[in-house]
Structure formats: C-alpha cells, structure tokens
C-alpha cells in the first residue's frame, strides 16, 4: 500500500473514493481558480508539455482520467484534434463545471464527460489510443489498481501520458516548497475554497506520492512496457509518459 493511499481527505476513516469525491464536489466552484492562483498560472504550461509528448503519435481516441473541470481535456482536444475525449472522473460538481466550458468552446461532439470508478472503468479493452491524467492520479485508492486500469483500455502501442505534482529534491527548492506548501498553500486554499482541510490533504498526498524512478517502477510493473520521466519547474511537477 503506497502512503497517500493512506490519507483520506478531512482525516476520516471510510472509502476513500467516496471521500475524494465529497472533497471535489465541496471545492468544485473554485477549483480552477484556486489552481492557477497556486501555481501561478505554470499549471498551464505544464499540461502543454504533457500534451505535447502525444503529438507525434496523433492519437484519435482519447481517454481523460481525472478529468475534474476539463481543462485537460479541452487543451488536449486543440492541440491533438482527436475524433473522440472522453474525460472520466468521480465528482459531478467538477464535471457540472467542466461541461459548461466545454458548451462554451462548442467542443460537445468531440468531449464528454461521464463520472467513471477509475478503479473499474466501464470502457472495454484496447479502447484508446492515448490516455491522459493531470493532478488526479495521486488521490486513487489504489494506485497499482488504477494504472492497471488505465493499461488495460488503452491500445496496443498506445501513450500513456500524466502529469503529476512532485516534491522537489534539489536545495533550496526542496526547503522553500516545503515551507510555501505548508503554509501559504493550505492557507490560501482554505479561505478561497471555505474548506477547512481540503488543501492541507491535497498538499499531504504530494509529500506522500511514489515520484521519480519509484513512478516508473509502478508504471512497467502495471504493464507498461516503457516508462520515463521528467521534472518541470525545479521538480514542482513531473510528467511521465508509458507505452503499451
């Protein structure tokens, strides 16, 4: 069992699933601000850079794992132009969001959202030809399970490609996002979102997550049969890409 599996949002015993979900309802209406705010603004940049390592494989169907309030979604759909997204995810709230941007961007024939147990997806085997995950892997209950989920839907030969918040591991970034996600972060959070815990659980799950040459290992134990990394911003954010 990996450390952030451990740690439930607002501290209760329970499903974590059910409690991950009642947390992103709660936060929902100022989950994106709250996002950019916090990274100051980076947070875009670094799904450009997910997205881009998918280009030169044109990928036609996409799956969105923890798609939340679709920015994911609708950035991957611009950039890669696939026939078919569907972006998957637990909370309605964040999605009720997410289907609103996508009405506005006129992108429903391409993107739909559908609330999925990412630890029991609905979707048959070999269904997609990438399959993406941006800031949402590291509240799974079961990490191993998920991945293997994620292996089994997509295509033989297809991408996987995720981005992740990581702790940084080179001085002084390592001490001072420490110190900011400790204090300014759940702070802030906490007087934005009116959650009282929400953030200090989201900082707890970065601090605990596999990182590094550990996520690659998780990655090819799933099945995958490559995987590499590679830290963004000092180490703030890691993205990692796998193939089937």
């Keep these: 069992m990996y450390e952030q599996e451990k740690i439930n ?6 499903d974590k699933g059910e409690l991950v979900e009642q947390m992103f309802n709660n936060i929902a209406q100022n989950y994106d601000k ?17 997205i881009r390592q998918l280009c030169p494989y044109d990928p036609k169907t996409i799956l969105d794992i923890a798609t939340g309030t679709g920015d994911f979604a609708l950035l991957a759909a611009k950039m890669l132009k696939p026939k078919k997204l569907i972006g998957a995810d637990i909370s309605e709230g964040m999605m009720a969001i997410g289907r609103k941007k996508i009405k506005a ?11 999925e147990d990412c630890m029991n997806l609905s979707f048959a085997d070999n269904s997609f030809d990438a399959v993406t995950a941006a800031f949402g892997i590291r509240n799974f209950k ?15 030969n297809g991408h996987l ?8 591991v080179i001085f002084p970034m390592k001490q001072l996002f420490k110190l900011y996600s400790h204090t300014v972060l759940p702070v802030y959070g906490r007087i934005i ?13 970065i601090e605990a997550f596999p990182q590094g040459e550990t996520m690659v290992q998780t990655l090819l134990r799933a099945g995958f049969s490559k995987a590499s990394f590679k830290r963004l911003t000092f180490g703030i954010c890691t993205m990692y890409f796998a193939e089937k």
């Design 142 to 156: 079961d990490l191993d399970r998920g991945l293997r989920e994620m292996y089994r839907v997509l295509k033989t």
């Design 193 to 205: 979102s009116h959650d009282e815990s929400a953030y200090e659980y989201l900082t707890a799950t």
């Design 105 to 115: 961007e006129n992108l429903q024939d391409i993107i739909t959202l559908k609330k």
């Design 9 to 14: 949002p607002y501290g209760r015993e329970g």
């Design 161 to 168: 490609s995720i981005v992740e918040l990581t702790t940084p």
């Design 34 to 50: 709250l996002n950019h705010r916090l990274s100051w603004d980076i947070d875009r940049s670094w799904r450009k850079k997910a």
